[in-house]
């Protein structure tokens, strides 16, 4: 297999994973409602309808992800997705340890960094529309 053909998997393989993992989240807000969400928003300060852009970040942006259409857009909802959930939600665990000995963080940041390096890559020639 030639190098190019490997890399294209490799984006590929990534797109996949990523949009399915954040795909679950964004489901499961779907189905116990944006009232959570919004809420904790405003309890920040910010204007309660910032809180649907959840659904960008975790409905849309998977999809486009997982199609491989406009997955730069994608990738890139996805890191400030991610962003907003660290500061809104995970902020206090910056310098914790989970359990098992790792970064309370490091599910969050390995989404954020996959969303943007699909940003930054690109989806590969598996995609339909390279873009």
Known sequence: MN???QQDLARLFMRIVLGALILLHGIAKLKGGMGGIVGLVESHGLPG???YGVLLGEVLAPILLIVGWHARVGGALIAINM???IFLVHLGQLNQLNDQGGWA???QV???V???A???LGP???SANGK
């Open 105 to 107: 963080l490091e599910l």
């Open 83 to 85: 962003l907003f959930a």
């Open 110 to 112: 390995m989404f954020l």
């Open 114 to 116: 996959s969303g943007l």
């Open 124 to 126: 590969g020639s598996f």
């Open 118 to 120: 699909i940003a930054l």
């Open 3 to 5: 190098p190019n053909t």
């Open 49 to 51: 309808f910032l809180g």
